[in-house]
């Protein structure tokens, strides 16, 4: 048992001890692949001098007093102890060869480093004797891989606070710019349309109502018993544990717009939605022909950042305790369902579907209800009932499906260009479908 807490220890938010119960013991695993040679030197130094290592949860250390009460400790920050020099190239199996062996090509580097990051997801927890964060650099790929708990923050959190550390390839001076805020569109009076605005604000209110209540109502419904039917890629309690494959699929942004513009009124989610579906169908009907009924349904979970700016955030902004866009762990989740159709139905099909899904997912509150119910199972049961509760309805669903916008330029980081940015997490109980998107579009 850890020694008591000190008046200098700070509680562990409800997220935090949520993210550290077994149950959803998470590590966020960011690799950032670089055009150059990582210098070390060059790394340590941006890391020492970065916001980072000034915030107090990667400065600290969680520890459970005598009377079972959780804190944050502040400890002495070692920087070699984090970050962590490989020099040894890897092989396709994600095994570290002698440095002379192995391929160079970049589709071979990137296997291995796929599989060497899918080996971290399942079998390296992070200490917790030291702040739970970690910097592997794999200098024969010119990749490093940051794990950091998600206890110490959310995706948007994490990687917004990555980019203060980045700076624009085109002026060294200048941080990356955020995605700009949407301004809200003026509604302009005049005769004839006071009506008509009232019958859309009253329509617009009672369809938010309606799938509120209805996608409200099946989100508890799936977190308690009902559940996906089985399936080749179904996961399940103890699957968390299974050996992991990691793979990567390219997609250019300019042709996800192309597909966009073939149905009006449609998003780049759509279309990823759309391809997740598709893709998912076409799986199933090459792994079990004829043994699925048309149209059965497979659930997915989507993360849903409640912040008031979407996309990166001001970090100015998160570092402040009263603000909207605070620090931490702000998402809710929304159920989005695709549905399995044989491989020969037109592509198109599976976007028009998603679209309609989306569109009634966005007239609803039902990420922000599913935050706050999670928020009251933990105040009345518990961060232990409320965990069990979030792996019962990952393991009653069948994949996860998450995606964070890069910066609006090309970065540097640690004055190294930078050519990839990719997110995935340690392993969770079904398939997961984990997107981002810099230059390229990637899904993992």
Known sequence: MASPGTLSDEPLTPAGRFFLQPQTNIIIHCIVRGKNPIDIDAVKSAVKS???VQHPRFCSIPLRDKNGFEHWRRT????????????????????????TEGSSFEEDDEAAVNQYVAGLSVSSPLRTDKPLWELHILMAHKCAVFRIHHALGDGISLISMLMASCRRADDADA??????????????????????????????????????????MEFV?????????????????GVELWPRKLATARFLLEDMKVVKKAIPNTTINDVLFG???????????????????????????????????????DLTKLMKGSSEARWGNKFGVILLPAYYHKSGDNPLEHLKRAKVMVEKKKHSLEAYFSYRIGDLVMSLLGSKYASLLN????????????????????????????????????????????TSYLQLFQCE
């Open 391 to 434: 792996h019962r309805l990952l393991c009653n669903t069948t994949f996860t499906i998450s995606n964070l916008i890069g910066p609006l330029e090309e970065i540097t980081l640690a004055g190294n260009p930078v050519s990839s940015i990719r997110v995935n997490t340690s392993s969770l109980p079904q398939v997961q479908n984990k």
């Open 221 to 237: 419904a799936r977190s308690l018993f009902v559940c996906d039917r089985q399936t080749v890629i179904t996961g399940g309690d």
């Open 175 to 216: 941080l990356p710019r955020m995605v700009p805020e949407k301004r809200t569109a003026e509604f302009k009076g005049g005769k004839g349309r006071d009506w008509f605005w009232l019958f859309s604000v009253l329509w617009g209110f009672l369809k938010r109502v309606w799938f509120t209540l209805m996608f409200v």
């Open 76 to 99: 002495q920050l070692d920087i070699d102890q984090h970050v962590i020099v490989f020099n040894n190239r890897l092989d396709k199996s994600g095994n570290f060869v002698d440095k």
């Open 275 to 313: 391809v997740v579906s598709s893709g998912l169908s076409r799986y199933l009907d090459h792994r079990t022909p004829n043994a699925l009924h048309e149209g059965l349904r497979l659930t997915g979970v989507a993360m849903v950042n409640l912040r008031a700016q979407p996309g990166l955030q």
């Open 50 to 52: 970065s916001l980072m």
